[in-house]
């Protein structure tokens, strides 16, 4: 992303995409370096992860990665990440969580 404002967007549409709340949402655009960043709680998992929270990150090096939140004192634990260009269209971030959240049965 080259501007703040596109940036702001960008994680609003992915936001919608994945029907998180946009008052919970947090990103940080930087002008310089790679530090820019989101992070995207998503509603809560009751059967995919009943007592823990998941949510999405952004890196600019890579995209973005579903991870769950463990104890304050651990890492979170990621689940699965884009592939490919690290601004993703919406719907392939949606088709993430999903893959993963809400698994078809096999």
Known sequence: MSNEP????????????????????????????????????LPRQRDAFPVREAALLWVPSGGWQLSVETSSTEDMIILGSTTGTPVPQPSAVRALCEDY???SPR
């Open 6 to 41: 596109g940036f702001r967007r960008y994680v609003e549409a992915v936001s919608a995409a994945v029907g998180a709340d946009h008052e919970h949402v947090h990103f940080a655009f930087c002008t310089e370096g790679p530090e820019s960043e989101a992070y995207i709680p």
């Open 101 to 103: 959240l809400h698994p």
